[in-house]
């Protein structure tokens, strides 16, 4: 179902099902797929270790639901006297929503992920707490929990556009900071690390706004000033993504080979192989974005939405295949 809100409600269980199969594909293929302990060791377990980039799936998808319904509210819902309307109160509503859900799976990415990191069972977590709070991704996601929680609530009060700017400005927070607290002080010495962060930064917020707009777009208005709105804010993001994109590819494929040493590690590598796989779906996208522009932006104008609509739920499919390869490739050696 297309119409109404019943479509925008399908639509992001059917992205983040959509970002798991792909993942799990990704995994397999590249090599980056959990593995049995060596030497009969006990280790946290399968199940958990699987649990890790399910649950970073989950928090990405909740997290780009929410960074949408805030920047309808902000950009595209209108609000009097600074006071939000009703469909952007209820936008602030499925906000709040998401961020719980950020927030929960969050919680989840931490355990599993510290029970893994330490190779112990899950049962044997809270005897390892001091050293589970030592690690570095745990502290992440810590921070994750901290912002999202508070997040979800400012949302779910949100009745003016200066709340709804404070949620903003929250989820920025809450998207940028596990990524600048992944990584230890000394790593940050390495101007090669700052770079590929910094880098990281840009790329995941251009990425949360691209396709959290196009499913705010999707589900609470499609209006033409807020269709061509937009439209113009894809293109400034898709063209930071590849440049970003191409930085991180050469930090992390050590460039210094070069061109031609890049390229065949694309072939060479499962992680060059997904930064290439995912080079062809940001190419897809690219190309989804100027047909959209090219055909169905005039027929928006003259009154029918439906190929825009059509449009628009290829292009998050395709985006939430995106969003898993990422997963597998921040996952896979």
Same mark, same amino acid.
């Given at each position: 179902?297309?119409?109404?809100?019943?479509?925008?409600?399908?639509?992001?269980?059917?992205?983040?099902?959509?970002?798991?199969?792909?993942?799990?594909?990704?995994?397999?293929?590249?090599?980056?797929?959990?593995?049995?302990?060596?030497?009969?060791?006990?280790g946290a377990?399968?199940?958990?270790?699987?649990?890790?980039?399910?649950?970073r799936?989950?928090?990405?998808?909740?997290?780009?639901?929410?960074?949408?319904? =805030? $920047?309808?509210v @902000? /950009?595209?819902?209108p609000a009097?006297?600074? +006071?939000?309307? #009703?469909? &952007?109160?209820? !936008?602030?509503?499925?906000?709040?929503?998401?961020?719980?859900?950020?927030?929960?799976?969050?919680?989840?990415?931490?355990i599993?992920?510290a029970?893994?990191?330490?190779?112990?069972?899950?049962?044997?977590?809270?005897?390892?707490?001091?050293?589970?709070?030592?690690?570095?991704?745990?502290?992440?996601?810590?921070?994750?929990? =901290? $912002?999202?929680? @508070? /997040?979800?609530?400012v949302?779910?009060?949100? +009745?003016?556009? #200066?709340? &709804?700017?404070v !949620?903003?400005?929250?989820?920025?927070?809450a998207?940028?900071?596990?990524?600048?607290?992944?990584?230890?002080?000394?790593?940050?010495?390495?101007?090669?690390?700052?770079?590929?962060?910094?880098?990281?930064?840009?790329h995941?917020l251009?990425?949360?706004?691209?396709?959290g707009?196009?499913?705010?777009?999707?589900?609470?208005?499609?209006?033409?000033?807020?269709?061509?709105?937009?439209?113009?804010?894809?293109?400034?993001?898709?063209?930071?993504?590849?440049?970003?994109?191409?930085?991180?590819?050469?930090?992390?494929?050590?460039?210094?080979?070069?061109?031609?040493?890049?390229?065949?590690?694309?072939?060479?590598?499962?992680?060059?192989?997904?930064?290439?796989?995912?080079?062809?779906?940001?190419?897809?996208?690219?190309?989804?974005?100027?047909?959209?522009?090219r055909?169905?932006?005039?027929?928006?104008?003259?009154?029918?939405?439906?190929?825009?609509?059509?449009?628009?739920?290829?292009?998050?499919m395709?985006?939430a295949g995106t969003?898993?390869?990422?997963?597998?490739?921040?996952?896979?050696?």
């Amino acid at each position: 179902m297309m119409n109404g809100r019943p479509a925008g409600r399908l639509t992001v269980p059917g992205m983040v099902a959509a970002g798991i199969v792909v993942m799990v594909v990704a995994l397999l293929a590249a090599g980056g797929a959990p593995q049995k302990p060596a030497g009969g060791l006990l280790g946290a377990g399968l199940g958990v270790s699987w649990a890790v980039p399910v649950l970073r799936i989950l928090a990405d998808g909740a997290a780009v639901a929410t960074g949408g319904a =805030v $920047l309808a509210v @902000v /950009l595209f819902l209108p609000a009097n006297d600074g +006071k939000l309307g #009703g469909k &952007a109160i209820q !936008a602030c509503q499925d906000a709040a929503i998401a961020a719980g859900v950020w927030a929960v799976a969050s919680i989840g990415g931490l355990i599993a992920t510290a029970t893994v990191i330490l190779g112990i069972p899950l049962s044997h977590l809270a005897e390892h707490a001091g050293p589970a709070g030592q690690i570095s991704q745990v502290r992440a996601l810590a921070v994750a929990v =901290v $912002l999202t929680a @508070v /997040l979800a609530v400012v949302l779910s009060g949100a +009745k003016t556009l #200066g709340a &709804a700017l404070v !949620a903003a400005l929250l989820t920025i927070a809450a998207v940028v900071g596990p990524l600048l607290t992944g990584h230890s002080a000394a790593e940050r010495t390495n101007l090669l690390t700052v770079l590929a962060t910094l880098s990281l930064v840009v790329h995941v917020l251009a990425a949360t706004v691209w396709v959290g707009g196009l499913l705010a777009v999707l589900r609470y208005t499609r209006s033409r000033e807020a269709v061509e709105l937009f439209s113009t804010l894809a293109l400034g993001c898709a063209v930071t993504m590849g440049l970003t994109g191409l930085v991180t590819a050469e930090i992390h494929l050590d460039g210094r080979q070069g061109g031609w040493g890049l390229i065949t590690q694309w072939v060479t590598s499962g992680y060059g192989a997904l930064v290439f796989a995912k080079t062809v779906a940001f190419a897809t996208l690219v190309t989804v974005g100027w047909w959209h522009r090219r055909t169905t932006l005039p027929e928006l104008a003259t009154g029918n939405p439906a190929a825009f609509r059509r449009l628009a739920a290829v292009e998050l499919m395709i985006m939430a295949g995106t969003i898993g390869l990422a997963v597998a490739l921040s996952r896979t050696p």
